[in-house]
Nanobody
Framework: QVQLQESGPGLVKPSQTLSLTCNVS??????????WIWIRQPPEKGLEWMGT???????YYNQSLKSRTSISRDTSKNQFSLQLSTVTPEDMAVYFC???????????WGQGTQVIVSS
C-alpha cells in the first residue's frame, strides 16, 4: 500500500519561504515511470497543480508559480519536498502531495496539510 504524508509548518509569515516535505512509503520515488506531485487548494477554490518531480528527478512547474517554486527530493529518505518563496496570504491553502501514475492520473494522495500565512 502506497502512503504519502505531508509535513511542515502550518504557519508561515508573509515574505518567508514555505517548506513542505512528503514522505512516501510503499513505493520508491525512483520507480519508473511514476511522478510525484504537489497540489494545493485555497479556501473555496479548486485544486491547483504546483509542480512535479519525476522518477528520474526531472522537474516541471506551474508557470504562474515557477519563479517562486522549487521541488527537490531525497532518494535516501524516499521523500520529496516543496519550497515556495516569498509567500503572501494568497498562498494560504491545503497543500497535498500525490503520485502521478504515468498515465496522467493521480492514484495516491497525502491527507493534506493546512498552511496559513500570517504575521
Amino acid at each position: 500500500q502506497v502512503q504519502l504524508q505531508e509535513s511542515g509548518p502550518g504557519l508561515v509569515k508573509p515574505s518567508q519561504t514555505l517548506s513542505l516535505t512528503c514522505n512516501v512509503s510503499g513505493a520508491a520515488i525512483t520507480t519508473a515511470y511514476y511522478a510525484w506531485i504537489w497540489i494545493r487548494q485555497p479556501p473555496e477554490k479548486g485544486l491547483e497543480w504546483m509542480g512535479t518531480i519525476t522518477y528520474d528527478g526531472t522537474t516541471y512547474y506551474n508557470q504562474s508559480l515557477k519563479s517562486r517554486t522549487s521541488i527537490s527530493r531525497d532518494t535516501s529518505k524516499n521523500q520529496f519536498s516543496l519550497q515556495l518563496s516569498t509567500v503572501t496570504p494568497e498562498d494560504m491553502a491545503v497543500y497535498f502531495c500525490a503520485r502521478e501514475d504515468g498515465m496522467g492520473g493521480y492514484d495516491y494522495w497525502g491527507q493534506g496539510t493546512q498552511v496559513i500565512v500570517s504575521s
